[in-house]
């Protein structure tokens, strides 16, 4: 496709061809005029928009130092609490917050909302003093 520009100045809409605005486009010799084709909208089904949520809420990542914590503790979080972990999470992104303080059950963890890692886990709060967060989610 060949664009010429006809007219520099805007003194003129029609340009010296006849053509309004100052633009000609052209096809090139011999090339068949071609139609846009549109791929039809994809309706997003329940099920999909239900697994993106899921995995979504199950992508958060666990530092080095909460796996230690979890481990040596002897937390287990089952499929249930990782869920409403990450939805806890989630809503914490909404309200723009960076380090979060997340209550679930009788679990704490601190999480780093951008990044979604859970820093650190606790099951006993040693003295009940949480500090650089910036918001609480009880989940």
Do not use: Y
Request: glycine fraction near 8%.
């Amino acid at each position: 496709m060949r664009i010429d520009l006809i007219a520099a100045d805007r003194s003129s809409l029609r340009g010296p061809n006849g053509h309004f605005g100052g633009v000609r486009i052209q096809a090139p010799a011999g090339a068949a005029p071609q139609t846009p084709t549109a791929s039809p909208p994809r309706a997003e089904s329940f099920e999909h928009a239900l697994q993106t949520a899921l995995e979504r809420s199950r992508g958060l990542k666990w530092s080095a130092h909460a796996q230690q914590r979890l481990e040596a503790r002897g937390i287990r979080l089952d499929d249930h609490q990782i869920v409403r972990l990450g939805e806890a999470v989630g809503r914490a992104e909404a309200k723009a917050a960076n380090c979060s303080l997340v209550l679930l059950d009788d679990l704490a963890f601190i999480v780093s909302i951008p990044s979604r890692t859970v820093i650190t886990a606790m099951d006993e709060p040693r003295d009940g003093v949480f500090t650089n967060i910036d918001s609480a989610v009880i989940g």
